[in-house]
């Protein structure tokens, strides 16, 4: 029997920890960033500064998350399968 309370933690951690590497990973690429023309008044143009575009973070960590929390599942399940196939040919039934 699968042990569901394991694997929903697993997806939650593999959740967070995806969604963390994605937002930092956009971020850190340039990925997330803009060039914005920094104003004098309102009129008078003098450069660019370099911001973090908020959307695109969000949009990489919710797809990280999404990603993470899958195959974080999906190894816990593989592992509870592993060790229940291990346990049933142990006690051979």
Known sequence: MKDIKGIAAAAATGASKGAVVAAATSIVSGYAM??????VLG???????????APVVASAAACGALVGGALAAYAAYRKQAKIEKLFHDAIGD
């Open 34 to 39: 803009a060039s914005v023309p920094v104003k």
């Open 43 to 53: 009129l008078i143009t003098v450069g660019t500064s370099t911001v973090v575009a």
